[in-house]
């Protein structure tokens, strides 16, 4: 009898197993290799303009991730710092790829419009830190259903500006976005 108890438990246990990964299964996003555009890399307001405008589009509109691409140095590293309903702070990272597949979705599905709103920028010799504040939007001119920081790092190899990683908190109680990078 007890046998059986445990076979069930188990049996449901592995149904609820499968129903989970099917739910949070990510539909893998082909991205073709592209060149990247000197418009898009040439400058510090280029690759910045860029970086917004790839994630942003309508309903149905499919995202530019091959030139999203073209912007990153190949291993690149996403970031995203979450707090957990326990308080805790974790941070999820994931490859470009990674990103892709579990962003274009919900972004094509959904619309997603992510608009700066004000920049800090620091540079030492090649290397420059921006700190950059922004908005989110399902409709370009729907209602703002977020907001947050990028910590985006660069550099410029001489010929061009790479994204050498990506780290972001969204904004929310305690959390506040500093004076400084509000409009």
């Keep these: 009898m007890r046998s059986c108890v445990v076979q069930r438990q188990a049996a449901v246990l592995l149904a609820l197993l499968s129903l989970t990964s099917v739910l949070n299964a990510q539909q893998h996003v082909d991205v073709p290799t592209v060149s990247a555009s000197a418009q898009d890399v040439g400058s510090l307001d280029g690759i910045r303009r860029a970086f917004y405008e790839v994630v942003s589009g309508a309903a149905g509109q499919p995202r530019q991730w091959s030139r999203d691409r073209t912007l990153y140095i190949p291993e690149i590293r996403f970031v995203s710092v979450n707090v957990g309903k ?83 908190d969204d904004e929310r109680a305690g959390n506040p976005i500093p004076k400084e990078l509000l409009p």
């Design 86 to 168: 326990d308080g805790k702070t974790s941070a999820a990272t994931m490859t470009h790829q990674q990103f892709v597949d579990g962003a274009n979705g919900g972004m094509v599905k959904q619309g997603f419009f992510e608009t700066e709103l004000r920049r800090a920028t620091r540079s030492f010799g090649n290397v420059t830190q921006v700190f950059s504040s922004y908005e989110m939007r399902q409709r370009q001119d729907g209602p703002v259903i977020g907001r947050g920081v990028n910590s985006i790092q660069l550099f410029n190899d001489g010929s061009r500006w790479w994204i050498a990683s990506v780290v972001w």
